[in-house]
């Protein structure tokens, strides 16, 4: 391989691809301190500003501009995304326990499940909006908008825990079934603590997944925002620095997620130690 | 007495393979039980049959006088050492130890004093004491073998199967793990059932050793008797101490590819003409010079010397024939003088013809 | 001794006990499967009812009768011929496809190269993990916001245009660059090719160096090697990362309505407007064509590598 042109010449390429990746993001943010109300969406910038993250805040002088409206839509998606993500993780939980056992029609059930994240949110929205009309039922974000949030979710949080079991040491279990132990209460202390930085895994990604969902969300809905559908609305009017400003902070708080993730993971990997030092 | 286990015709397949064919055998109250087979006898799977982990497809365990086949693992009594030792990387050494006695279905009455008790006298008597709130990746292997060992025997179980308990240590802490094994199991007064890959710990700690092959019993008997009288070819090699040799049963002779050995006084010689394997064992053989031949009551065959292996308390030499099979030899220190053989040094190899086993 | 007689005699008593036992003993409980279906319950009930129900109804309700502003359950072909008279629907169709087949290769295209150097090219381990966390780190920020920053980038007055302009390649803007098939693909390029660089750098990363190593010995260049070994190693990622593209992009409306001006429309966005309209029959139509080509996309992907073998 001639490794002396090849891989100078790659890693070149490498670099362009991530700037590629972080370009517009870095030109969204720049953008964002645009001096307000007057400034657009647009280089050059006239003058230096937190104006736009003001106006977000509602902190800003009443303008031509209307305010997001992020503050009960940021409520609702944070409501959102924490039932989700508790429902989906218990579900991928308990799916990827029963994949343990061999049981008849595991294959067919796995395809289901996966099938929940391969279908475009455009389609199941569509079915949701259809089936809701059908029966009757009014629109939610809190219902079904929901369901088709976990239908979404629940796959990742399920693949996490069958990787997470893969990995896992059966005889442990067995171990405590053998010391008269029963399985539920094994599976309560044996089990659980020891899948769960998976579990947290399982959880971020639901959390972050369904936070930042919308083609789902935007048929099955209802007429209450979500914050994704709320920037959506933006799509279609004149878009101002403000939207800027406020993907700028949306970033920011998934990292502030991430690292709060970050901090669990090394936690409950330390707890063992510390218990033991405690109660010592 | 009544056994406390007995198993009946136990059979458990993985498709066409029969991991356990056809396995009966019992043990007595307080026995410790050494169960010995190669790997891939299927040994580990019959363990798992009688912790309840498996079903066997055909065939019954009874333990403690009731078939236990419907009885989830959790309500059989009976307690099991992993080869991993499969302790629980998330809690101390002091609550490994007490997690049975705080977790287990039956006996939720016996109150945390008690426990406490009994989990601190069971951490002295495997040698923990000071340990006690370590993590399992803060303690040695011997120490984690104690761990399993504590955790186990102070449920009480009736049975305890040891799963290659040793198999994981080296070998310095295998010999003593093997003596304070054999302490407890005297001093508890549990039974043990203990499966090993290994002939010399299956001797040393078994009262009676069960061999199994392939999936099936090949002798049940006294550590001694299977040491002196191995039941078939596939015993005494898999027992270690045997030189075998194929050939038949020819008149008064045991005729193989290395010689003509006679056969009078040798144990239960075969049918003439049938095809079957003469066994000398290691230490029953005497080497001599070549100018000293062998004589005609005795039997023997001319080898040249390999190589030595010390081990402890003896020797083991390791001699070819002429068409290339090895003969080994192995010498007490307790009893010769270290043997001092020449490389590539012609010698004749003698033993006793009643010393012999041969297989029909 | 006779072991041998021993060992028939053993087996034909244990034989005639088994059999006795097949009469005594009812056959044993399969406990772990009878959990396993308690636990797989609920999440199977879900999808069923969350996931499966919904896209029957969308065959379902393609076939009612559509009238301006409802749909009543009268079965009918109408939509579906309305659908395949119309030229703005097959043009949607056509346009998703061509989307579609171009974001495939641009992502393929961009991200290829990228995977291999980080797959096969970086050995060390931390190195590698930083690379594909930089290229993982985006999708935490919001998909929508990552769409609308192609604006500025791409818009008349944006920074690509001022950027090219200060350095005299150009002297007028390119105008072309937003609110065009231009700007969707470069878009859905950027917010895709993770999913192609992953798969295929995972495969690249399992490939044994000892066999490069080995055909570099025996004289073979860069490109024969990576015609012979690193190729086709790596098809399973490609399809992978294919299939998750293909999936995405085919679904997709957003990046389009954000970045073309309403000017291209996909299959999606077709649906979106239809049920803005109150459309639904006509937008049930589009659904049921939308899973068939995404079907078939995915089914033919699948035959090109047999997943189940590779992974």
Known sequence: ?280 | MQPLLTLNGIERRYGDVAALDGVSFSVAPGAYVALLGPSGSGKTTLLRVIAGFEQPDAGHVVFDGRRIRDIPTHRRGIGIVFQNFALFPHLTVEKNVSFGLLNRESETNMDRRAIDAKVRDMIALVGLKGLESRDMHQISGGQRQRVALARTLVTEPRLVLLDEPLGALDANLRARMRDELRSLHDRLGVTFLHVTGSEAEALAMGDTIIVLDRGRIAQVDLAESIYNHPASPQVARLLNCYNLFEGAVEGREFVSSVGRFPLDGARAPGRPGKASAYAIRHDRIAVRPVDRPISPDEAGLAATFVASEYSGSSVLSFFATAGGQVIEVEDHLSLREPPNYAQKQGYALAWEPRDALVFA | ?311
């Open chain 1, 1 to 280: 391989m001639q490794s002396a042109v090849m891989k100078p010449a790659l890693a070149l390429y490498t670099t362009l691809f991530l700037v590629f990746l972080y370009a517009p993001f870095a030109i969204l943010a720049i953008l964002s301190f645009q001096t307000g109300p007057e400034g657009g969406p647009q280089f050059p910038i006239i003058e230096w500003s937190s104006y736009w993250y003001q106006h977000l805040f509602g902190l800003a002088p009443p303008s031509r501009v209307a305010p997001l409206p992020i503050g009960e839509s940021l409520f609702r998606s944070m409501t959102l995304a924490f039932m989700t993500m508790i429902v989906s993780t218990v579900l991928g939980v308990m799916s990827a326990q029963a994949f343990r056992s061999r049981f008849k029609g595991s294959g067919i059930v796995f395809y289901l499940i996966v099938l929940g994240m391969m279908v475009p949110g455009v389609l199941v929205g569509l079915g949701m909006a259809l089936v809701a009309n059908f029966f009757g039922i009014d629109r939610h974000w809190w219902s079904t908008a929901f369901v088709l949030h976990v239908v979404y979710t629940f796959p990742f949080a399920f693949l996490v825990m069958l990787a997470i079991f893969n990995r896992f040491d059966k005889s442990v279990e067995e171990a405590s079934w053998s010391l008269g132990v029963s399985p539920a209460r094994t599976f309560r202390k044996v089990t659980f603590p020891l899948i769960f930085p998976g579990v947290l895994s399982a959880m971020l990604f639901a959390f972050t997944l369904s936070y930042d969902e919308f083609s789902r969300t935007l048929f099955a809905s209802g007429r209450d925002l979500t914050l994704p559908l709320a920037i959506y609305g933006t799509f279609a009017v004149e878009i101002h620095p403000n939207v800027f400003a406020f993907g700028v902070l949306t970033t920011l708080f998934s990292f502030a997620l991430l690292g709060v993730y970050a901090i669990l993971m090394s936690l409950s990997v330390r707890r063992a130690r510390r218990i033991a030092i405690q109660e010592e």
């Open chain 3, 1 to 311: 001794m006779v072991a041998t007689r021993d060992e028939s005699e053993m087996t034909t008593t244990t034989t005639t006990i088994a059999a006795e036992n097949a009469h005594v003993d009812p056959p044993p409980r399969n406990n772990g499967a009878r959990v396993a279906y308690w636990l797989i319950a609920p999440g199977v009930v879900w999808m069923g009812l969350f996931l499966v129900l919904p896209m029957l109804m969308i065959v379902y309700v393609s076939f009612w009768t559509q009238t301006t502003f409802k749909i009543e359950p009268i079965l009918t072909t109408k939509s579906w011929v309305t659908f395949f008279a119309s030229d703005t629907y097959l043009g949607a169709l056509g346009t998703t496809v061509r989307i579609w087949l171009t974001v495939l290769a641009t992502t393929l295209l961009v991200g290829y190269p990228s995977a291999l150097f980080v797959g096969l090219f970086v050995k060390n381990k931390t190195i590698q993990t930083v690379l594909l966390t930089l290229c993982v780190i985006p999708f935490w920020t919001s998909f929508l916001i990552r769409v609308l920053a192609w604006r500025p980038m791409l818009g008349k007055e944006g920074a690509i245009n001022l950027i090219l302009m200060k350095f005299g390649i150009i002297t007028q803007p390119i105008e072309a660059l937003l609110f065009s098939d231009l700007s969707v693909v470069i878009g859905m390029t950027q917010i895709y090719c993770v999913f192609m660089v992953g798969p295929i750098a995972f495969m690249l990363a399992r490939i044994d160096p000892n066999i490069i190593e080995a055909a570099r010995d025996l004289g073979a260049g860069f490109w024969r090697i990576f015609r012979t070994i690193i190729l086709p190693l790596s098809m399973p990622g490609v399809v992978v990362g294919a299939i998750f593209v293909s999936v995405m992009v085919l679904g997709e409306f957003a990046t389009s309505a954000a970045l073309s001006g309403r000017k291209v429309n996909l299959l999606g966005n077709i649906i979106v407007t239809q049920v803005g309209s109150l459309k639904w029959a006509f937008a049930a139509v589009a659904g049921v064509i939308l899973t068939i080509v995404i079907g078939a996309v995915v089914a033919g992907l699948l035959r090109i590598v047999d997943l189940r073998n590779e992974l």
